[in-house]
């Protein structure tokens, strides 16, 4: 039995019985011959909590001693946690990310890492306890600052603590069972998948499927660290993320992994460009200027009347207003006639491995939209996606229909094509 | 203008409002030329609230996990007073007891400072920053664990770092005024002390006075550090705690400082010890590997007709079920009659630096007490301070008796032998 790393997030330590249940789960891990590392968020509220604080005394709530600030959740929840197990009965001894050795760029707030240097852990898991270690931060190379990862960040430290210690696995505890075929919330009938290669669990996360965040799938995969994301409330197995099927799950023929959607985003038109070399990189310099991540970009043919075309991205709602008033300030320089923002659309996703090698995949898919109704607004595809673009109102009746119409229905016997064993 | 150091209490700091005036005073003085670096303690209620949550997981809340609790008290104020000072224009970073060089040894809830190494702090004041210090903790010197340093913690913390960076003062900032001649709510014309010797506060903080404790005025004095003592709400000026006189002050005779009180106290007499030699040595044995601290002793002398005696000895409340229960367990050894506990009573102490060169003081003090009608159990007295032991009930008319005795009420024209200038 080797090493493992657990993480919990912060509804699973959300308060004192959450911790204790916590602590049994991570007993019971070294009970059964481990040695564990568990990473934890902070408790539920917390974090909010802080933030609202922050805004009461300044207007400004960035950069290092917001960093210093919130990383103040973790180290409450971790000390909590290790007192918890010692309770059990176990010696367990929590450390920061600092003490962790997790060094990161001096980016404050959303810091990434550069290196792992995990002595003091490994040191202290080789005396026999149990290591808990503060999700969400580090300290910076050059300055020895603390900083804060950002969105996901406890589940990337957990895979580049395993990463660093050569664990064998990453468990990601969670409210939910595992990643499902499609959000069980919208689709009744969706269904736990039990093994997913790390690619298609890239697009799934780029997709909208909120379980693990791309930036910890990319880790494990350039690392090789399997995940296994499942319930810290029902024990039961979760789904594996690896870069190898797993056991018997080897021989089946994986195709589609799922459907994802995202309602986050909106939708910018720049209307009337001039067909010429250059505008392209124009726009999105501009873009990219303004810090803004796009996702989707599509081009239509010009019309050859005029030399003009439409250009399309998609981009996070939240970035909207910053995207439309950077275009308007650089007008004269792209040259556009006018700009149309639209919030009222949601993105739908069909992720599998197996999808270039099956060219009735894309017909299927526009097929089971096209039944239920739902206008497609803009269509963009990968090696192992399609997207598509609708009204935001058709989202639920979309997702139903493709999740249908691959077999992904938990009782339908026609989920050949799935992956997956079913729950 | 030299460099400053200030300390700022959870009274101070205890919500964005607090936050937010403490913010300002820093900047005051910072605008009036001088370095700062501003030592803060958790919240208000914040460390209440981890140690309440601490109970909810484990019966036995201490040791290194403890610390590592407790400290994100600190670690929030400081964050929040350091954007504080930037909104305010002016430019701050937060540094934990550890970033800032507070070394102790590995006595996890009680840690003592071995060693002060201010490096990052004297850098940023350099550069023109504000530092902003976590008090009450420190990172022990061997195992790089977080400690923290137990009562009166962040006192201590500014004290050290007044020492380590050469500070022309280190200014405690409270919710009172000063040090009073006695407490004011017991004495409404105590007088607030414009200057006290190092020594004098020594003996008060001994005797009950709460406003400074022990350990940071000791720590102080051993490194000859001005402490001034005010309030952070008025910004008036306060008491002066130094080696030596300021300004004209040197010119006055100081001979009492004050009177103190101490109501946790209780008393144990041990009755029937045979009087021979070892006697009270294997008592006070007993005691102090049951690590309890005692305050007075007192041996009355024997009647030589049984050649037996009665040692009486004070110590805190707290610690009285474990004296008696230690105190029995080894009867045999010392042999004596029977055990007498008593928890109602009360401490009184006169302090000040003239009283052996002045016969008349010792007297004074009895009669007051005796026009008072207060009985004295027990007396003991020291080169600088008398202290007697009477009934719980008698305390606050004693102590205004003796305060009156001594002219150090605020409106009487006898305070001729006391060394203050008034309010």
Request: with cysteine; proline share 2%; glycine share 10%.
């Amino acid at each position: 039995m080797g090493l493992v790393v657990q993480k919990y997030g912060g509804s699973s330590v959300a308060d004192a019985e959450g911790i204790k249940r916590v602590a049994k789960r991570i007993v019971e891990a070294k009970k059964n011959g481990h040695q564990v590392v568990a990473v934890v968020s902070a408790m539920g509220d917390t974090t909010d909590e802080l933030i609202d604080l922050a805004g009461e005394v300044s207007p400004v709530a960035s950069g290092r001693e917001f960093d210093m600030l919130l990383t103040a959740g973790e180290r409450i929840s971790m000390a909590l946690l290790a007192m918890a197990i010692k309770a059990l009965g176990h010696e367990a001894q929590s450390f920061t990310g600092s003490q962790a050795g997790v060094i990161t760029d001096s980016v404050h707030n959303k810091a990434r890492i550069i290196d792992v240097t995990p002595g003091r852990i490994k040191s202290s898991v080789d005396e026999g306890n149990i290591a808990i270690v503060a999700g969400f931060q580090g300290v910076s190379q050059d300055k020895k600052d603390i900083t804060t990862l950002g969105r996901g960040g406890s589940d990337t430290t957990a895979v580049a603590l395993a990463a660093a210690l050569g664990a064998e696995v990453c468990e990601i505890y969670t409210d939910v069972d595992g990643v499902f075929t499609a959000d069980p919330r919208v689709v009744k009938k969706a269904r736990k998948i039990d093994w997913i290669s790390a690619e298609d669990m890239l697009e799934l996360a780029s997709s909208g499927s909120k379980v693990l965040l791309h930036r910890c799938v990319e880790y494990a995969r350039r690392y090789d660290i399997p995940i296994h994301v499942r319930s810290s409330f029902s024990g039961l197995t979760g789904t594996w993320v690896s870069n190898r099927p797993r056991g018997d799950q080897a021989m089946e023929q994986a195709i589609i992994s799922g459907v994802a959607h995202d309602t986050s985003e909106a939708k910018v038109t720049i209307v009337g460009v001039p067909d010429k070399p250059g505008e392209a990189a124009t726009i999105f310099r501009v873009i990219a200027d303004a810090e803004i991540n796009i996702d989707m970009v599509v081009q239509n043919v010009s019309a050859a009347s005029t030399g003009l075309t439409d250009i399309s991205f998609t981009l996070p709602k939240t970035d909207g207003r910053k995207a439309i008033a950077a275009l308007e300030k650089h007008r004269d320089a792209i040259g556009f006639d006018s700009l149309r923002y639209d919030d009222q659309i949601a993105k739908i996703s069909l992720v599998g491995a197996g999808m270039k090698t099956n060219p009735g995949v894309t017909a299927t898919f526009f097929e089971a939209l096209s039944n239920a109704g739902v206008n497609i607004e803009l269509i963009s595809t990968s090696e192992i996606r399609i997207s598509v673009v609708t009204r935001e109102d058709d989202v639920n009746g979309a997702v139903r229909a493709v999740h249908t119409a691959f077999g992904l229905d938990s009782d339908s016997d026609e989920a050949v094509v799935y992956g997956g064993t079913g729950r």
